[in-house]
């Protein structure tokens, strides 16, 4: 029994260093792009269920884990809110570290132009906003090693 206590401990300290998603409306991701706050922002639209950007989430998290100064990433999810514990279960099982913001806006057409006006809705895709400067760059397509670092220069 006492050797069960530390093995028990360390599993749920494990498993609580993993983020969780937050649910929001578009007011919040809106806000998110649009502040002043002289941060380069990273935002990604993911989905679980979607294998490319499964495959790039570990450029995201690697930039996150250690960003150039004034770099902040944030990945949007774009699984239906009443799959929250799955998402919560992927980001747990990926030990994943980056803020998750489950979209919760199912009407895509509201929101998509807002994001970017040359979005096809098609994921994954990736803005990155420098609100210092007002350079934008948004792409749509799966990204490989190098491509954030590319992007983010061509806003600074």
């Excluded at 494990?14 to 998110?32: E, P």
Aim: aromatic share 8%.
């Amino acid at each position: 029994m006492k050797n069960l206590i530390p093995i028990l401990m360390l599993f749920l300290a494990g498993t609580a260093s993993a983020q969780k998603a937050r649910v929001v409306k578009f007011d919040v991701l809106q806000t998110l792009i649009e502040s002043n706050d002289k941060k380069i922002k990273v935002i990604n639209f993911w989905a679980t269920w979607c294998a490319p950007c499964v495959k790039e989430i570990p450029l995201f998290e690697a930039l996150n884990a250690s960003p150039p100064d004034g770099v902040e990433v944030t990945l949007i999810n774009l699984d239906f809110a009443d799959k929250i514990d799955k998402v919560n279960s992927f980001l747990i099982r990926k030990n994943m570290k980056s803020t998750v913001l489950l979209l919760d806006e199912i009407d895509y057409n509201k929101w998509i132009d807002k994001v970017d006006k040359h979005w096809s809705g098609a994921m994954p895709a990736t803005l990155i906003v420098n609100s210092s400067t007002g350079k934008r760059r948004f792409v749509e397509r799966e990204l490989a090693e190098g491509d954030l670092e590319k992007l983010i220069n061509e806003v600074k």
